[in-house]
């Protein structure tokens, strides 16, 4: 029987995984260099949260040396801000803002946009007036933008505090840990809207309402010794998810998942379990995993 893990009711302080935004625009990588930066700082940070949970202090001081070696935060807060530049794939909000427009004839107020790790006041949605957005990051350095973790937000207190959208864009692959993750999917539905705003009179017959926008490394799921498609759709399946909306790109995977009114705010998901089992073997596979435990 595999062992208890130590972080199920809370995972690692997401400040060890995504980095924070810069002030600095420069755009002076190129694009291999700031792929390979962007994956060197991911896999430093993600052994040094394993070196600190297990207590190993020689290892933590040895992984903190490499990470000021290559450049520390300030190189990868660089690398970061030019992955997501228009010529390096660009603003994930407007494949979000596409797939909803079709239903905005149908809204009677903006949908509550809560945008979790937030890097600019200026993406695609937050020009729409579609959308009341709610920007949070781990070290935002711009106005519009709250310092904060999701993990520590507060949970709405009432209806009216609650979300119909969450972002999270490039977010989930920098937990450090598969329970970390899990956590974090699970805590979506805490925050959105018991019903939402939920385009009812839509055409299409679509209801996107209350949604997780959901924006993964192509990798994470489709190169993945624990993770593909199939098993990525039962996990959310379990939390409540339907997926409405999918895209996958040479670089990065959308998804559009809506929660269904009977797990959204204020009710809990169905407890179900998924340990780190590998569903996809294979020797150039990377160790990305989701894990969720009742």
Not at 86 to 103: A, H, N, Y
Not at 143 to 148: L, P, T, V
Not at 198 to 227: E, K, Q, T
Request: include cysteine; glycine fraction near 6%; charge should be positive.
């Amino acid at each position: 029987m595999p062992g208890k893990t130590k972080d199920k009711k809370r995972p690692v302080n997401l400040a060890h995984g995504r980095p924070p935004a810069s002030s600095n625009r420069s755009r002076s990588l190129s694009s291999k260099a700031t792929r390979t930066l962007i994956r060197s700082h991911h896999q430093l940070h993600k052994a040094l949260a394993d070196a600190e949970r297990a207590g190993d202090e020689s290892r933590v001081s040895s992984l903190k040396q490499q990470i000021e070696a290559q450049g520390g935060l300030k190189t990868y807060q660089q690398a970061s801000l030019q992955g997501q530049a228009v010529d390096r794939g660009g603003d994930t909000s407007k494949i979000l803002l596409q797939w909803l427009e079709p239903q905005f004839s149908t809204l009677s107020k903006p949908l509550r946009l809560l945008e979790v790790g937030a890097l600019s006041v200026s993406n695609a949605c937050s020009k729409s007036n579609a959308f009341a957005v709610t920007r949070i990051d781990l070290h935002s350095q711009t106005k519009g933008i709250e310092q904060q973790d999701f993990m520590d937000r507060p949970l709405p207190s009432s209806r009216d505090e609650a979300f119909d959208v969450i972002s999270l864009s490039l977010v989930l692959n920098y937990v450090p840990s598969g329970n970390g993750r899990g956590e974090m999917l699970r805590r979506t539905c805490e925050f959105l809207r018991k019903g939402g705003q939920m385009l009812d009179g839509s055409p299409s017959g679509d209801h996107l309402a209350p949604s997780l926008f959901l924006v993964l490394p192509a990798p994470c799921v489709m190169n993945s010794r624990y993770m593909n498609e199939d098993r990525l759709f039962e996990i959310m399946g379990s939390l409540g998810y339907s997926m409405a909306k999918r895209k996958v790109s040479s670089k990065l995977a959308y998804y559009l998942w809506s929660l269904s009114p009977a797990n959204a705010h204020e009710l809990t998901p169905k407890p179900t379990s998924f340990l780190k089992s590998e569903v996809n073997p294979g020797k150039m596979r990377n160790n990305f995993t989701i894990v969720l435990e009742p």
